[in-house]
C-alpha cells in the first residue's frame, strides 16, 4: 500500500528502518531483531541503499523480502549516486515490478574523500531532479529527506527550506528527517516549511544513543547536534555501558513523548537492525 494511504487511516505513523545485512550472520541477527519489531505492526519499514548503490542488489532482495514474503508495507531508499537515468529507470522499473510503491529518494553523499558531491554526467545533481524523474516514470508514492539541523552543505537554514520546497514541489509526497536531537530545531523546520508552502507531513527521525561511541559518531554521520547537556551526563559514565545506555533511552524516550505531545504526525525509526531500544521506546510511548 501506498504510504500516503496509510496517512488516511492513521493520525501517526511508526516505521522503522533498516539497512541490508552485510553476511549470514548478520542476516540471522537481523531476522532475530525484525521478528521482535514486527509484533508492534509498524505503519511501514524502509530499508537503505548503501553509498554510492554499493548495496544495490541486497536492498533490493531485502524489500522485496519484506514486502511480499513477510507481507509489511516496504519502502526502498535509492539514490542518484554514480547513477545514469538510463540506469535509474531500469532500477525503478525493477522495483515496480517486484511490487515496491514507495520509495525514499536521496541524491547521496559524495563518497568518501571526494569533497562535493560530483553528478554522473547523465545523471542528476539534486534529489529533487530524481524525484520528478521517477515520478514521470510511474506514479510512486515518494518520500524525501529534510534536515531539522540543516544539511551540512546548505549555505543557510533558509536556503535549505528553498530546496527542500522544490523536493516537494517536484512530487515528494512526505519528507523524513534527519536523525536529531533537540526538538525546537525540528518545529522550526515544520514551521518554515509551511510557511515555505510545504503541506505534506514531515516526519520526525529518531535514533537513541545507546553507546558512548555513538556521540560522536552520529554527530559525524549526520552533521547533527548533540546537547551539551546529554554529553555531560554520559561522559562519567563512559566505562559503563548499562548506565549510558540507561541516559540514551531516557533522552530517546522524553524526545519522543515531546514530539507527540507537541504534535509531530509519528517517529521514524533508525533501527540499526537492532530492537532492544526500539522496542522500549515505543512501548514506553503507548503507556
Ligand atoms: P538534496 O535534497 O539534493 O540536498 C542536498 C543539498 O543540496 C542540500 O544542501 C540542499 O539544500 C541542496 N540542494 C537541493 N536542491 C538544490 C538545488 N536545486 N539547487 C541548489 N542546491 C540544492 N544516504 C544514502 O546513501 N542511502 C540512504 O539510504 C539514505 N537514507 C536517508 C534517509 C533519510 C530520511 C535522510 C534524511 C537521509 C538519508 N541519506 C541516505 C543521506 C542523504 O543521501 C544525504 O543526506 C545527502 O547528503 C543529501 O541527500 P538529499 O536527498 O537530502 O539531497
Redesign the pocket.
Known amino acids: 500500500m501506498k504510504i500516503t494511504n496509510i496517512f488516511k487511516t492513521q493520525e501517526r505513523t511508526y516505521s522503522f528502518e533498516f539497512f541490508p545485512p552485510k553476511d549470514e550472520t548478520a542476516a540471522v541477527d537481523f531476522g532475530i531483531n525484525v521478528g521482535q519489531l514486527m509484533k508492534l505492526t509498524p505503519s511501514f519499514v524502509s530499508v ?4 554510492g548503490g554499493s548495496t544495490q542488489e541486497r536492498t533490493f532482495a531485502l524489500v522485496d523480502f519484506l514486502q511480499n514474503k513477510i507481507g509489511l508495507n516496504t519502502m526502498a ?1 535509492y ?1 542518484c ?1 554514480n547513477a545514469s537515468s538510463e540506469k535509474i529507470a531500469k532500477d525503478l522499473n525493477y522495483l515496480k515490478e517486484i511490487g515496491i510503491k514507495n520509495l ?1 529518494l ?4 559524495p563518497p568518501k574523500g571526494q569533497g562535493a558531491f560530483i553528478p554522473h554526467p547523465e545523471g542528476f545533481a ?3 531532479e530524481l524525484v520528478e524523474f521517477a515520478k514521470h516514470q510511474h506514479p510512486f508514492c515518494i518520500g ?4 531539522p539541523d540543516k ?1 551540512p ?2 549555505l543557510d537554514f533558509d ?2 527550506i528553498v ?1 527542500l520546497k ?2 516537494v514541489d517536484a512530487g515528494a509526497d512526505f519528507l ?3 536523525l536529531f536531537f533537540i526538538n525546537e530545531r525540528y518545529f522550526t523546520l515544520v514551521k518554515k516549511a509551511r510557511e515555505a508552502g510545504i503541506r505534506c507531513r514531515i516526519i520526525p ?1 529518531i535514533i537513541p544513543i545507546t553507546s558512548y561511541g555513538q556521540i560522536k559518531r552520529f554527530g559525524d554521520m549526520s552533521g547533527s547536534t548533540i546537547p551539551e547537556e546529554l554529553i555531560r551526563q554520559m561522559e562519567p559514565y563512559q566505562n559503563n555501558p548499562d548506565k549510558i545506555y540507561q541516559i540514551g533511552m531516557d533522552y530517546a524516550i522524553r524526545q519522543c513523548r515531546d514530539l507527540l505531545v507537541m504534535g509531530a504526525p509519528g517517529i521514524h525509526f533508525y533501527t540499526l537492525n537492532k530492537s532492544r531500544a526500539t522496542i522500549e521506546i515505543f512501548e514506553s510511548l503507548l503507556k
Request: proline share 0%.
Open positions: 537503505t541503499y548503501g553509498a531508499h539514490t549516486v525514499m536521496l541524491r547521496g553523499d539534486h534529489a529533487s524525501g529527506g529534510a534536515y544539511h552543505e546548505a536556503t535549505d530546496n522544490r523536493k523524513i528527517t534527519q527521525g
